[in-house]
Every structure is written in C-alpha cells, then in structure tokens.
C-alpha cells in the first residue's frame, strides 16, 4: 500500500504544479527529438555495387590455382547506387591463407593481395568479399572470387 500510497502524493504534487507538468513535457520532447536525430544520423544511406575486375590478371572473377601457394591479386571496383566511384571503402578478402585487405582509391579501385594454399581448394573453392565504410551499408558476398585447380 506504501507504494500506491507514493504515487498518489507524486500525482497530487504534478496536479498542483502546471508548472512541473509543463517541464516534463519539455524533457519529453527534447529526449525524443535526440532519440530521433541519432537514428536519421547513424541510419547507413548509401548501398555499394561491387565488382570483381581481375583475378591474377585475368578479366573476371575466376583465379586457376597451379602453384604450391598461388598469389594473386584481385582487383575490385566499388560504386555507390548512383554509379560514383566510393574512395575509402575497406574491401577485405576472406577464404585464403590469411584476411586480405585494401582501401578503394579515388576512383573506387582495390588492389587485394591474396594467398590461397592448395589444400584449401580441392576442386574449387570461393572466396568471400566484405566491403565496408561509415555512411554506406555493409556489403557481402560468400562467392565473389572464384579459385579452381589448374
């Protein structure tokens, strides 16, 4: 009963003061509208479309695999859903030996180092794409390099 009791004298205290209830509607307002800024400021707008250019220096996204360990380069093209090229975007590569990495330059192009081991690949095997950056939304792909045995 203390508790129901509480609440009553907190709601006869606000009734008594429009002064109070006017101050509360206030704060609800300026919490909102920072609730609702944040969201407009950290929802990602843009989309990329991504494409792989070159493989080992063949045109698409097929690398052939003849050596122990085969390294290669990949060379990727961002854009924004416009058609603009994205300069700083982070393309990283997995599926290889290790995590490859690079940033897209001013005219959105990668160049991506990658290693792969032949026990990794048995017939084929795919190589999985990450490209990210602040504002745009993050875009993945589980086969955007292909890797086969020569």
């Known amino acids: 009963m203390k508790y ?42 843009g989309t990329f479309e991504v494409e792989c250019i070159q493989c080992g220096g063949r045109d698409g996204n097929l690398f052939i695999a003849s050596e ?37 330059n001013a005219d959105g192009i990668a160049v991506v180092n990658v290693t792969v081991a032949p026990d990794q690949i048995e017939q084929s095997a795919f190589l999985k794409v990450v490209v990210e950056k602040s504002g745009f939304k993050k875009y993945v792909r589980s086969d955007f390099v292909v890797v086969t045995r020569g």
């Open 68 to 104: 122990a360990n085969a390294n290669f380069d990949v060379v990727v093209k961002v854009n924004d859903k416009d058609g603009n090229a994205v300069e700083n975007a982070t393309v990283k590569i997995y599926g290889g030996v290790e995590k490859a990495y690079a940033k897209t």
């Open 4 to 45: 129901i009791d509480r609440i009553a004298k907190s709601v006869a205290c606000i009734r008594e003061s429009p002064l109070r209830i006017a101050a509360l509607i206030i704060l609800a307002i300026i919490i909102f509208s920072v609730l609702v800024a944040l969201l407009v400021i950290l929802t990602p707008k």
